[in-house]
């Protein structure tokens, strides 16, 4: 969606049903299905998460142009994808920085953990796992997020355990903590 067709004029916000984003020119129809649960959008890649496929999440390039995105990879049967978010400049040893992708893969009750630091508009493949939370229990890793770049808190949308919380200090090898 190209947002600019939005007012920014606060005496004169868009109205329900106003439709201000015209149709063919302001937003770009990708057409792909089930991709839609959530979406995020981090380093210039746009991430598309299914919450309910062997699909797993599709990655594109937004940095050539963001209304013609170019399909990068997918995370293909690693998980359902059900959400990511991007935790940029995380030192993982050594004084090597990585930008970690966090996948809450929903119903595998774990969260995978990427480095794509170095994925840009030429990569094709998907980057390997680094490591994967354990399994708390009988959860369903909905989503997550870092504080600190260090300790990953993982919701849990079964409501068997509410939070989770991991240490990733070591990022290959994260531990439950409470």
Same mark, same amino acid.
């Given at each position: ?28 129809? /990708? ?5 839609? @649960? ?19 999440? $599709? ?14 990879? %997918?995370?293909?049967?690693?998980? %359902?994808? @059900? ?16 930008? /970690?992708? =966090? ?12 480095? =794509? ?12 796992? =680094? ?10 890793? @909905?989503?997550?997020?870092?504080? !600190? !770049? $260090?300790? #990953?808190?993982? &919701? %849990? ?14 990022? &290959?090898?994260?531990? #439950?903590?409470?």
């Amino acid at each position: 969606f190209d947002l600019s067709y939005l007012s920014d004029d606060a005496d004169k916000p868009n109205g329900e049903d106003s439709d201000p984003i015209p149709s063919g020119v302001g937003y770009m129809d /990708l057409g792909e299905t089930d991709f839609g @649960h959530t979406i995020n959008c981090d380093r210039g890649l746009l991430f598309l998460h299914t919450a309910s496929s062997s699909d797993g999440c $599709r990655v594109y390039d937004l940095t050539q142009d963001p209304m013609k995105p170019t399909f990068l990879f %997918d995370s293909g049967g690693t998980g %359902d994808c @059900h959400d990511s978010m991007v935790q940029t400049d995380v030192d993982i040893g050594g004084g090597e920085l990585a930008d /970690l992708w =966090i996948i809450s893969d929903g119903s595998t009750r774990k969260d995978t953990i990427r480095n =794509i630091r170095n994925v840009d508009s030429t990569t094709k493949d998907l980057p390997p796992a =680094i490591s994967r939370t354990p399994s708390p229990g009988s959860i369903f890793a @909905h989503s997550s997020t870092i504080y !600190k !770049k $260090r300790y #990953l808190f993982q &919701t %849990d949308e079964n409501n068997k355990v509410d939070i989770s919380v991991y240490d990733i200090g070591d990022v &290959t090898n994260p531990q #439950l903590i409470s």
